[in-house]
């Protein structure tokens, strides 16, 4: 038997019951969001609970509304440090901002491409601080394929789990231009050369490549 407490508010709302991660991992929930649906077992068998699409579309339609008509919210200002050190002057100073200028750090001498950009914002002592410590840690930085050594299948692996009730669907093969064969040409040959993957002969083809245009050039 599986106990849990809740809070009871009075408001309207979408939701009868809010459950939390823990909740639901110990009653074995399966949710799926999209049919309003949670199933979990019992000892009657399994426990079906639905959502009510109209009475959900219309709470959400209610909240946007509610918000749109909102004013905008004021920065919080901030009286005090927590361990009552004293009061800041400026807490925006304190609080670390995105920052668009950035400034490009080289991480290694032997290799001057191999850069890091940084922001313009820091003090000079965390500078300092922050160059340090990623010339220290360069090794966790990979550049290439080269400077993955990969995993032990012993630590784990990966498979299909195919179901052999099931008869393969073979894709129509498609045909690709030049840029694209090389850039496939280019990969499979970095991944074989370091053993990632290997060759396999199957009595028929079996699916396209899936080429994905990057932001700064190539595929």
């Not at 106990?3 to 459950?19: H, K, S």
């Amino acid at each position: 038997m599986i106990y849990d407490q809740f809070l009871i508010v009075d408001c309207p709302t979408a939701y009868n019951v809010i459950a939390g991660r823990m909740t639901l991992t110990e009653i074995k929930a399966h949710l799926s969001p999209h049919m309003l649906l949670m199933k979990f077992p019992t000892w009657n068998g399994t426990g079906i609970i639905r959502g009510n699409q109209l009475s959900a579309r219309t709470c959400y339609s209610t909240t946007l509304k509610s918000v749109a008509c909102k004013p905008p919210m004021e920065a919080m200002s901030v009286q005090g440090l927590p361990n009552g050190s004293g009061p800041i002057d400026n807490p925006r100073e304190e609080t670390p901002m995105l920052n668009k200028e950035m400034e490009t750090v080289m991480r290694n001498e032997e290799h001057p491409d191999r850069c890091v950009k940084i922001g313009t914002t820091l003090n000079p002592h965390l500078r300092t601080q922050f160059i340090d410590f990623l010339w220290h840690h360069a090794e966790v930085f990979t550049w290439s394929y080269d400077d993955m050594p990969g995993i032990s299948l012993e630590v784990i692996s990966h498979k299909l789990s195919i179901s052999l009730a099931y008869k393969p669907v073979r894709q129509k093969r498609r045909s690709y231009d030049a840029e694209r064969y090389e850039a496939m040409h280019t990969e499979v040959d970095k991944l074989k050369a370091i053993g990632f993957i290997r060759e396999a002969t199957y009595p028929v083809w079996l699916a396209n490549s899936v080429m994905v245009r990057k932001a700064k050039g190539g595929w």
